[in-house]
């Protein structure tokens, strides 16, 4: 497989793709100026319509780069748990020990800070551990500002690395989304952003055998799951309980993609 280091890449340039997009507006401006609104209007909504795109599609990478995938022909995935700690955390413990599996779970800072217990639990028993905000705040993550990106990025950095004495390395978008500022507090604590190549779409139809098969239709030598814990329906449990007993059907390994 491929070394964590060529997998690990947070943003190099963030600055980069502000400044393009700063210069895209200058472009617009000089074409209303030069050719009037018939052809300055379109370029302005063209412009901003792949900004939205960029932000509210989960795998866009325009704004920031994301691991989708393991670069491997070998039947191993990367399972990546959102959104804990929750009261399912040692029900998930439990089970992915029962089926000697591994799990990176990407965590709240809020929550971990009310529940450190989990926290360690997690780390103690060999999982990965990595950064899904502070506060987790699924309406608004998408037009943070670069001060308000930092406080839920670098707090729940902070959180996390004071419980576990570890620095998260992974970065989860809240809800997928990523604006053009995302980039720049991922570049100044050194995090990847990981994104998923196989989900269940669990929060909207939650029957644990409809989201397996939602989940496993997707599911190939180096898929990256997205799965959660503690939804309200209950079910988070069940439905990785029932994927880890199809992995091993299917002679499927869980691998992380570092040491944790
Ligand atoms: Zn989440």
Known sequence: MTTARTLHRPPRRPGLILGLLALSQVGVAWLWWRLGWQVGLPAMMATHLIVVWATLHPRATLFCPALSRLPTPERVVW????????????????????????????????????????????????????????SHPDLRFWRLGPGALEAEIGRSQSILTAITGQTPRWFRSV???????????????????????????DGVDCEPAQVLARITRDLRPGAIVLLHEGAAHGYN???????????????????????P
């Open 79 to 134: 399972l990546t748990i959102d959104d804990g700690p929750s009261a399912d955390t040692p029900a998930l413990l439990d089970l992915l020990d029962r089926f000697g599996a591994r799990a990176t779970f990407f965590l709240v800072g809020d929550r971990a800070l009310a529940q450190p217990a989990l926290v360690q639990a997690i780390r103690d028993r060999g999982h990965g551990i990595g950064n899904h905000s502070a």
């Open 175 to 201: 809800v997928g989304m990523t604006n053009p500022f995302v980039g720049l507090s991922l570049k100044r604590h050194a995090l990847a952003r990981v994104a998923w190549s196989a989900r269940g779409f």
């Open 237 to 259: 449990v069940a439905i990785l309980e029932q994927l880890l007993a199809w992995l091993d059907a299917q002679g499927y390994r869980t691998v992380l993609p570092e040491p």
